[in-house]
């Protein structure tokens, strides 16, 4: 890229975000997958898949299947390519990627079933750009998808995005940032939080959620 393009981004704070909640789930997950023997990850618009596929290869575990839900074909190849990539090299680990086409936006969807084992749910990039109506149908999905009380629901939402007005004046305007009230509003009915992880210039939020055991 560009050297120019590089100091434009380096100065757009979710930018920024993005790399540093890159890190971030990157050690969430590989926590999550060393200590609550998760057998699944499900990735809702898991676009190219970079972040838990860095994820798997950096733990033991060696029985771990990946999902990849997305609605890009594109996407979905992305992430076949990335995993052949990554089982190509010498590590001694093979992990199989199943992937969904599927639009997670349209009303009533409904995840698969993968069945009982503890897994984990993680959707980063798609909640700023949902309505409140799909903001809740995501959320219900997710919930009925967490059959099991060991499973996780990762979601990762822009609460802050400081050049907003500098998004609005390029016609960007689709980005709806959504505060941590208000995620906790949307989610505390269905989901108990176990904890929230901030990227250090608070754009992004990570929340570590498991389901309620009744709503
Ligand atoms: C910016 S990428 C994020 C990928 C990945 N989650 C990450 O954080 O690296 C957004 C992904 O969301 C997918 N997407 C957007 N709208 C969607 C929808 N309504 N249903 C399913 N996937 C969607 C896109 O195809 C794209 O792969």
């Known amino acids: 890229m560009d050297e120019k393009v590089f100091a434009i981004l380096d100065n757009i704070e979710i930018a920024n975000g993005s790399l540093q909640r890159r890190y971030l789930l990157v050690d969430i997950l590989c926590s999550l ?6 057998k699944t990850i499900i990735s809702l618009a898991g676009g190219s898949c ?27 190849s992305r ?36 069945g009982n084992c503890p897994k984990i749910i993680e959707c980063t990039e798609l909640w700023e750009y949902l ?17 099991n ?3 996780y629901f ?16 390029l016609g960007f305007k689709n980005l709806y940032p959504c505060s941590i009230k208000e995620v906790i509003a949307f989610v505390e009915s269905s989901f108990s939080i176990e904890n929230i992880v901030f990227t250090p210039n608070r754009t992004y939020a990570i929340f570590i959620l498991k389901r309620k055991e009744s709503n």
């Open 50 to 76: 970079v972040v838990p596929i860095e994820a798997i290869f950096q733990t033991e575990d060696n029985s771990l299947l990946l999902i990849n839900i997305d609605i890009s074909d594109k996407a979905l």
């Open 154 to 169: 990762i979601l990762t939402v822009l609460v802050n995005n400081p050049d907003e007005n500098f998004f609005h004046s």
């Open 149 to 151: 009380y060991d499973s």
């Open 33 to 38: 997958i060393n200590t609550e023997k998760i």
């Open 131 to 147: 309505n409140t109506e799909n903001r809740n149908q995501l959320l219900k999905s997710v919930y009925n998808g967490l059959n």
């Open 79 to 114: 992430s076949n390519l990335v995993l052949a990539n990554a089982n190509s090299q010498k590590t001694g680990k093979k992990v199989n990627l199943s992937t969904y086409k599927m639009e997670l936006t349209s009303g009533g969807f409904e995840l698969p079933d993968f």
